[in-house]
């Protein structure tokens, strides 16, 4: 009679992992697959009111918006898909023979996620960087739009390659272009204007997606629109400066004052105390209470450091 093999048990579980993940897979995105398919078995691009009729889900919404949003030659959300689950299974693969399975589990979706959670954080630099841009464009844009006679198409165009430092805001601007003059869908216009609004992801960038929308569908004049958002614009950079310059007395008290404080205590301790150097060591690092006052400080100084560079990073916005 044979005795209890663990790398059965093991190789059970793991296969009933492998199994569980696939089917959620296959459940998640059960209408992503059967639209893949479709188009499979027509082997030719939709027809408008078939296209006009698939609407994308949820999470191939958000997909699309931040893969154009952060990379110049975009993925298309099944593709970034499949490379995920193909990084997870990778992974687990190989830690599955050293590790055990919850661990491998755990290990594999923390890999898995990183180019996700690397997008979202360039999305939110690119973000911040683009705000800043915000008069520089609406300026332009605005200026192009009279000269153009109010076509916001050629406005667009001229703002593109006549406009100085929108490095963000111009390759957004090109997307939208593009898909302004190559279809007359309504429903694609409003998705290229969303596209900007969520590159830029501000209120301003919303309102100026909006105006150029509503001036490509309906050739409404939106230039009192445009000079509201650029006054309001000017009001924001002011106070951004205001606020940068109360900040910045913020940020040298942390980073100057703290660290110069203990070493201050040092000095007052050594000279004033009477405490040798290795004392005043032994006493903050070898005893329970000094080496928890020491983390604590060091803790919160860079929960400080934190705060004041998510304080003084904003986007410009109002």
């Known amino acids: 009679m044979t005795g209890f093999d663990p790398y059965a048990v093991i190789s059970v579980a793991s296969a009933a992992i ?57 993925l298309t959300p099944t593709a970034f898909l499949t490379l995920l689950i193909a990084m997870f299974f990778i992974v687990f693969t190989a830690s599955a023979t050293n590790l055990t399975p919850f661990l491998s589990f755990a290990i594999a979706l923390a890999f898995a996620s990183l180019p996700y959670l690397y997008l979202r954080v360039r999305l939110e630099r690119i973000r911040r960087v683009g705000s800043y841009e915000g008069e520089n464009l609406v300026s332009a844009l605005l200026t192009q739009y009279w000269i153009s006679g109010c076509n916001i198409e050629d406005a667009i165009e001229k703002t593109i390659e006549k406009a100085a430092g929108i490095p963000v805001t111009r390759r957004l601007l090109s997307a939208l272009l ?59 950079r002011a106070l951004a400066e205001e606020r940068k310059r109360i900040n910045g007395e913020s940020v040298r008290l942390v980073v100057f004052l703290i660290p110069l404080s203990y070493v201050g205590s040092f000095f007052v301790s ?7 150097p290795a004392r005043f060591a032994r006493n903050q690092f070898a005893t329970a209470e000094g080496f928890g006052f020491f983390v604590a400080a060091v803790f919160l100084f860079f929960m400080n450091l934190v705060l004041i560079e998510v304080i ?7």
């Open 18 to 74: 492998y199994l569980t993940l696939l089917t959620g897979i296959l459940i998640f995105m059960r209408g992503d697959i059967a639209r893949l398919m479709a188009a499979l078995r027509r082997r030719r691009r939709l027809d408008p009111a078939r296209r006009l009729a698939s609407t994308p889900s949820a999470i191939g919404s958000h997909l699309s918006g931040l893969l154009a949003a952060t990379m110049k030659r975009p």
């Open 178 to 236: 593009m898909e302004l003059r190559s279809t007359g869908s309504r429903e694609r216009v409003a998705a290229a204007a969303n596209a900007l609004a969520y590159g830029i992801g501000t209120n301003w960038g919303r309102m100026l997606a909006y105006n150029i929308r509503s001036a490509a569908l309906t050739g409404r004049d939106i230039s009192l629109a445009i000079e509201d958002i650029l006054s309001q614009l000017r009001e924001a």
């Open 270 to 276: 050594v000279t004033l105390l009477g405490l040798s």
């Open 312 to 318: 003084t990073n904003r986007k410009l916005d109002f």
